[in-house]
């Protein structure tokens, strides 16, 4: 019984340590950033308004993707070709689309992604209404009795009433 109970001890105390060593095996050294702060500080704000090609709902500033990584790296050489922010997001939307900006802009390419949910509202609204419309006028409105139905009805009753 003691055998096995350190045995188990020894076992679980070399699987914590292999663990914990595989740990730091895939871990990446951290990227380290461009000599000049101008242009790191220029990085971050035009790759806030781009987005990762991978992640998709994500900023390329916050990805962590690979692609994310070699994307501000073609950023960081098209700043240092002194390019203007307009001229480095030209140079992306040529490449990738449209798609690659996180606020498209409004053209005719893009005009359902920007007007595509309002006119969905809208349709639904309107559906909306017209099925309350349609289904107010199929209701009934509780027709009136005539004077000869209200006289079988007060007979009907007080014949009741005595029985």
Request: one cysteine or more.
């Amino acid at each position: 019984m003691k055998l096995t109970l350190q045995c188990f001890k020894w076992t679980g105390a070399l699987a914590f340590v292999l663990l914990s060593f595989l740990g730091t095996v895939h871990a990446k050294e951290a990227a380290l950033l461009a000599e000049d702060p101008v242009v790191e500080k220029r990085l971050v704000h035009i790759s806030e308004e781009l987005r990762c090609l991978v992640c998709q709902n994500e900023s390329l500033a916050s990805s962590r993707a690979e692609l994310a990584n070699d994307l501000r790296e073609e950023v960081r050489k098209l700043i240092k070709q002194d390019k203007s922010d307009t001229q480095i997001k030209d140079y992306l939307v040529a490449r990738y689309g449209d798609f690659v900006l996180y606020k498209p802009e409004v053209k005719p390419l893009t005009w359902i992604l920007w007007f595509g949910p309002f006119l969905l509202l809208a349709l639904g609204v309107i559906g909306m209404a017209l099925y309350l419309r349609q289904r107010q006028s199929e209701q009934t409105a509780p027709s009136s009795l005539s004077d000869a139905d209200r006289l079988k009805v007060q007979a009907l009753l007080k014949s009741g009433d005595k029985s």
